[in-house]
Structure formats: C-alpha cells, structure tokens
C-alpha cells in the first residue's frame, strides 16, 4: 500500500472481535512510520495477531501535549504516522484530540480509516431512535455531580449515549431512574462484539432490576443509550402524569381531565391543560 508522505492516519481498531479490523487499516499500521498508541502494550498485541511490526510509541492523556510537537515535526519532515486507542475509534472519549487539532491548524493532511466504534454498534442495535443522537461519554463518578448532569439533560429529546465503568453502572441507573422516572426507556450494552455481548432493553426500573439480580450483567464495557425526552416531559409533565391524562381524556374533557388530574397529581392545572388540548389536536 502506498501511503501519502506526512499524513496522519486516525485508524479505528477492534473494540472486541478481531474480525473488525478492516484491511484497509491493516495495510495502514503496516506502511506508517510509527503508530502512537493509547497504550503500546495492549497495541503490540493487536500488531501481532497481524504480523505487523511497525514501531509504536505512547500518546496518551499524561502526555499528549509534550509528544505532539515531536509527531507535527515528523509529519512535516514526510513521516506518515497512525493514531489509534486502545479500542474503537480514536478521538471519542480516547485521546489525540490535542494531536489531531494541531495538525488540521499546520495545514497536515489528516486521513480517517473508519471502523469499530461501541457508540455505533450499540446505536444500531439498541431498538431506540437513531435520527438524532447525543454522546455523552463518561459521567462523573460522584453521585452529587452526576445527578446535576443528568438533571441539565432531563429534557434533551435525542437519544442519549453513555460510557459506563461496571462499578458504578448500579448507582448510575438509580441517578437516571430518580431523575428520569421509572418508565423512561434504557438500553444496555455490554462487552460488545465479545463472547459475553448482552442487551438489556426495557424501562429504567426494568433494567435496574435486571442489573441488581445478576452480577454477570455488573462487568465489562458497558454502553448506556437512554431515550430522550418525550413532548410531555418537555411540557414538565412526568411518565405517571402523563399516563393519568391520558386515561382521563379517553372519558373525559379535556378542561375536566385536566382538573382530575391536577387534583390527582398536583401538577398545575394549565400546564396539563395545554399538554391535554395539544394531545387531542393532534389525533
């Protein structure tokens, strides 16, 4: 393969499946001067599945700023180099941010070699809509600054894709349910494209509930993808609400439904109003 002098490579490696490599990347980590790598080791071991022995060197979080300088220089002076992370695809929740920015600002020619990706593969299999979408990547750890997160996203209507560490996935479904509501539909995504793939597909409580009575389901790489916002949360109206007037409207009016439920709820009787007049118009 003939790579183009002084362009840096952004190639997606497996996230799982060894079988996702593309050959096209293959042909790639095997020409490039070097591969900067999230990790050397866990790439070394990739590059040997493959016989490749194309020299590695780290870029990752802790150094990304001193080692770009070094890579742009290389790249000016003809090298041709691959960023890759430890899985998927770079640049998404990994780094080379830093690197990649620098190059496109020098006027580098900056080439993608797609692939695996764990935010795709969930999208594609979760059963959520896919028209609009908003990856989220990691959450905070503590409770208190995850639950502020959330809260800012209560009313986002696309669906909503998480990074989950497995230790925490118990405490993170309990935050959305709190602050979603029980009905709210979730997905799970566990150890994609490995032999232990699982989907858990059912509304928050649903899934809470799965999760808690089997530890299996409390390890590995998890993808939490969340359903966004309904027009009635938008309004502030809850699921339980939503579902009360719902039931009122198929036997009363829409002013004495809204009044009974108002009553029954405690939600302003104008807010259900204007959901309950909006909910008949458009039937």
Known sequence: M????????????????????????????QSVTVIA????????????????????LALHEHNERKVTAALLARLA????IALVSDAGTPLLSDPGFHLVREAAGQGLTIIPVPGPSAIMAALSAAGLPT???????????????????????QQATPTLVFFEAPHRILSTLADMQSIFGAERRVVLARELTKTFETFLRGS????LQQVSADQNQQKGEMVILLQGASPAEQD???ADTERVLKILLQELSVKQAASLAAAITGVKKNLL????LKETSSK
Do not use: M, W
């Open 37 to 56: 790598a999230e990790d050397t080791r866990h790439t070394r071991q990739l590059l040997q599945q493959f016989d490749i022995s194309t020299d590695c």
């Open 2 to 29: 003939i790579l183009e002098k002084g362009a840096l490579y952004v190639v997606a490696t497996p996230i799982g499946n060894l079988g996702d490599l593309s050959q096209r990347a293959i042909e790639v980590l």
């Open 204 to 207: 928050l409580e649903e899934v």
């Open 131 to 153: 028209d609009r979408f908003c990856f989220e990547g990691f959450l905070p750890s503590k409770s208190a600054a995850r639950r502020r997160r959330l809260e800012a996203l």
């Open 273 to 276: 109003y204007q959901f309950a």
């Open 236 to 238: 502030g109206i809850d």
């Open 77 to 80: 002076q003809g090298d041709s």
